[in-house]
């Protein structure tokens, strides 16, 4: 899909920078493989560290 | 990092009863698409909503709003700060302005889409129908064509960049 979702760009503009920031961490290889690595049960701070995130 | 008030404390704090979303006309609040942060509390969860620097603060004296989208209901009781809480629920109600900031944003975001689907093969004309819908190809001037170009530079520039130079712009 070429056009973005609209709530992909709900998000951005109600959110501003920061989401606009996630669209384009979501695509970086790299963060996608380091995140397929996780598991889900086990908090990972230096995941959250080298990618600069939090998880609620 | 600061506390967040009860609504015990300050009256601009809504305490609020989240319930599962399913009715038609039912306004959705979904905590993963918000700003903001959720602290847990013995009497229930303290929210606190940033939306573009207007923050919002929900004390959820009934369910969660962490499993999804959840129907809101307002704790308004009929006392001296009845006032202050209305103001503050129609506030929150309201729909965000959208400044010019924003848009320009969003058509970031565009850039985006426009370079991702480049990369998977898209072509201009492709990409220009996707993103604007079907018009003259090139447009007069090739302006069209000129302007998906832009886009997906634009967007390439932002992928190289990451997201770090998004949030210190």
Redesign the interface.
């Given at each position: 899909?070429?056009?973005?979702h609209p709530?992909?760009?709900?998000?951005?503009?109600?959110?501003?920078?920061?989401?606009?920031?996630?669209?384009?961490?979501r695509?970086?290889p790299a963060y996608q493989a380091a995140f397929a690595g996780l598991d889900p049960t086990q908090p990972e701070p230096a995941f959250a560290a080298d990618w600069?995130l939090h998880f609620? | 990092m600061l506390p967040i008030w009860s609504a015990a404390a300050d009256p601009r704090v809504l305490a609020v009863r989240a319930s599962p979303s399913g009715g038609r006309d039912q306004r959705n609040f979904e905590m993963i698409r918000e700003a903001g942060r959720v602290v847990r509390g013995s009497a229930g969860e303290h929210v606190l909503v940033d939306r573009g620097g207007a923050l919002f603060r929900l004390d959820v004296i009934d369910g969660t709003v962490l499993a999804g989208p959840v129907f809101l209901r307002f704790e308004l009781p009929d006392d001296r700060r009845l006032e202050d809480r209305l103001a503050v629920v129609r506030a929150f109600v309201a729909k965000p302005a959208i400044t010019r900031h924003h848009l320009q944003l969003a058509g970031r975001l565009q850039a985006l889409h426009a370079a991702e689907a480049r990369a998977a093969g898209a072509s201009l004309r492709e990409i220009a129908d996707g993103l604007f819908g079907h018009g003259d190809w090139p447009g007069d001037g090739e302006h069209r064509k000129s302007l998906v170009r832009r886009m997906i530079a634009t967007g390439d520039r932002m992928i190289r960049a990451g997201p770090r130079a998004v949030l210190d712009t």
């Open positions: 899909m070429i056009a973005p709530d992909a760009v709900a998000a951005v503009i109600r959110r501003g920078r920061p989401a606009l920031a996630w669209e384009v961490l695509r970086d600069g609620p | -």
